[in-house]
Every structure is written in C-alpha cells, then in structure tokens.
C-alpha cells in the first residue's frame, strides 16, 4: 500500500471525499469568541485608501472584472473574529458628484458570512444584513452639505437593500436616490435629469 492510500484509508470519510475531488473544505462556522448585543458589537465599517488590499479579489470575483474601482472614497465593512482580528466581509464606494455623491461597487462576501457564528449572523440579520449597515455607515461619513446620494440599481435584492436605507425610485428606470436636503420637486426633477445623463455608474 503506498503512502496516499495509507492516509486516505486513516482519514474520516468526509476527508477522504475532499481528498479524492481535489476540493478545500470550508469551515464550519464556529461558536461565538465573544459576546455581542448589537450589530456594532460584530461590524465596523470604516474608509479605506487601500480598499483593494481588502476586498479586491472578492470585488473582482462577484462582478466578474479584472479591474478595481479607483475612485474614491471607499467603505469597507469589517467583522471583528476575535480581539484584535478583523476579517473583511463587504464593500461600497461612494464617488462625489458636483455637491452629491455616486454610490456602487456594493458587494458582500457570501463565503465569509457563512464561517460568522450563527449568534452574530442573527445579530446581523436582526439589525438589517451587511448591506443595509454598510450603505448607512457610509452615509454617515458623507459630507454634511451633501444633496443627495444615487445609485443604478438592476437586482431586486439590492432594491430592497436600498428601499430600507431611504432610496427612492425615479421615473428613470434603474435610477434610484436618497435625498439627504429638502428640495423643491421642480429641483429634484433637474438633478433626475443630470443624475439620468451620466448613464451608468
């Protein structure tokens, strides 16, 4: 019997299985390290020059590109494994835009939410997901005399995503927006029309 046979014969059967597809197993999640209560506890979205250090390959995977954004700025949503670790979990970009700001870019890593212990995953999805609290987070950061946010927007998840954290649809199909200062509907209709003019963003 030579050596791979002698190790696969002494491994459990669902090693032998990954052995023998040439597949890595993925982690299961694990029980909590330490002890969260609100979503903040578990999540800490942040602005990052060097956003493709983080987030690059899973950018590059999700939206099947070989390129990263280069514009600013950058948020990305990290999840706290433990004291000191931190593992990164989503992205957004916001790019200014005369006095508001592009948002895209909006991605989630599958992959590492699912090795999250389940107690924070409930957490998470009892605050509203990653998405929501990343869009809001980077929000926050904006600048103060910010009129409005928009977003081009295909997939009904992220629809529903953006509904919650206060866009709005426009008559421009795909074009959604948040506006951040009240503004008279004869204002917001001549944003809509420079906001529709730039195509996609």
């Given at each position: 019997?030579?050596?791979?046979?002698r190790?696969?014969?002494?491994?459990?059967?669902?090693?032998?299985?990954?052995?023998?597809?040439g597949?890595n197993?993925?982690?299961?999640?694990?029980?909590a390290?330490?002890?969260?209560?609100?979503?903040?506890?578990?999540?800490?979205?942040?602005?990052?020059?060097?956003?493709?250090?983080?987030?690059?390959?899973?950018?590059?995977?999700?939206?099947?590109?070989?390129s990263?954004?280069?514009?600013?700025?950058?948020?990305?949503?990290?999840y706290?494994?433990?004291?000191?670790t931190?593992?990164?979990v989503?992205?957004?970009?916001?790019?200014?835009?005369?006095?508001?700001?592009?948002c895209?870019?909006?991605?989630?890593?599958?992959?590492?939410?699912?090795?999250?212990?389940?107690?924070?995953?409930?957490?998470?999805?009892?605050?509203?997901?990653?998405?929501?609290?990343l869009?809001r987070?980077?929000?926050?950061?904006?600048?103060?005399?910010?009129?409005?946010?928009?977003?081009?927007?295909?997939d009904?998840?992220?629809?529903?995503?953006?509904?919650?954290?206060?866009?709005?649809?426009?008559?421009?199909?795909?074009?959604?927006?948040?506006?951040?200062?009240?503004?008279?509907?004869?204002?917001?209709?001549?944003?809509?029309?420079?906001?529709?003019?730039?195509?996609?963003?």
């Amino acid at each position: 019997m030579n050596f791979l046979k002698r190790l696969l014969k002494n491994q459990p059967p669902a090693e032998v299985a990954s052995a023998k597809t040439g597949q890595n197993k993925v982690p299961s999640p694990k029980a909590a390290t330490y002890f969260a209560s609100r979503i903040s506890d578990v999540l800490c979205v942040t602005e990052v020059a060097n956003a493709e250090f983080f987030v690059g390959d899973l950018f590059r995977r999700r939206f099947n590109t070989p390129s990263f954004p280069d514009m600013p700025r950058h948020f990305v949503a990290f999840y706290k494994t433990a004291e000191k670790t931190m593992m990164p979990v989503g992205y957004v970009h916001q790019t200014p835009w005369e006095n508001c700001y592009l948002c895209g870019g909006l991605v989630i890593d599958d992959r590492c939410y699912r090795l999250i212990p389940a107690a924070h995953r409930q957490l998470i999805r009892e605050a509203g997901g990653i998405a929501e609290y990343l869009q809001r987070e980077s929000f926050t950061a904006l600048n103060k005399d910010t009129l409005a946010v928009w977003g081009m927007v295909g997939d009904k998840l992220a629809e529903q995503v953006d509904l919650r954290v206060g866009f709005v649809h426009t008559d421009v199909p795909h074009l959604m927006v948040v506006w951040l200062k009240p503004l008279p509907e004869e204002e917001k209709a001549v944003w809509i029309q420079k906001a529709a003019a730039l195509g996609l963003f």
